[in-house]
């Protein structure tokens, strides 16, 4: 090999290596933790959706993930709903594998669960809160989670709220049509991310 293809390589060797130290510095500076909201408005009251919220064999039921995968299998322990309720699931790549469990329940108020991910050691948490509005019930759905020093992880949570927001919209448009119907109320209003 010539000496100005020697050079070229390392070159490319000092300049990839720069990158890495570049990418690695502002990985440091990126928020070590993510959040995402989501929110729907339901005719329903809250002493309808908080049932379906609190027992988690009803989470399939609106879970925006479970028409991911028909075959998915669920395992339950526990109490069938407040704390110490928990669900485990095992699924195609494209819902995973791990676990919820119920750590936080006020009555017709809010629900928190300790969410487990298969390959994600990072402690995150769903929390529904339910307010009255008018006659009904407002919904937000959030989840929060703490990536550490984890670098390539706090890359990923810039895009976590354009990856689920979605989801957790869609599930809280299906929580609400599923409270209003066993109320007999109309349909709800369509989920929405915070401004």
Do not use: C
């Amino acid at each position: 090999m010539g000496g100005s293809a020697m050079k070229v390589l390392k070159g490319l060797a000092v300049g990839l290596v720069g990158l890495v130290v570049v990418l690695a510095g502002i990985g440091f500076l990126l928020p070590a933790t993510a959040h995402v909201e989501r929110s729907v408005v339901t005719t329903a009251a809250p002493g309808t959706v908080f049932p379906l919220l609190n027992n988690l064999h009803e989470f399939n039921r609106w879970s925006p993930w479970s028409d991911l995968d028909p075959n998915m299998t669920t395992h339950f322990e526990g109490p069938d709903a407040g704390v110490g309720a928990k669900m485990s699931w095992a699924g195609n790549g494209a819902v995973g594998t791990g676990s919820q469990q119920i750590i936080e329940s006020v009555p017709n108020q809010r629900v928190v669960t300790s969410l487990a991910f298969g390959g994600y050691d990072h402690p995150s948490t769903a929390t529904f809160t339910l307010t009255p509005e008018g006659k009904g019930t407002r919904v937000v759905w959030t989840y929060d989670t703490s990536m550490g020093y984890d670098i390539v992880s706090r890359y990923f949570g810039l895009m976590l709220d354009r990856w689920v927001g979605n989801d957790y919209s869609r599930g809280l448009s299906v929580l609400a049509r599923l409270a209003e119907s066993q109320a007999g109320a109309p349909a709800p209003e369509t989920a929405t991310a915070p401004p």
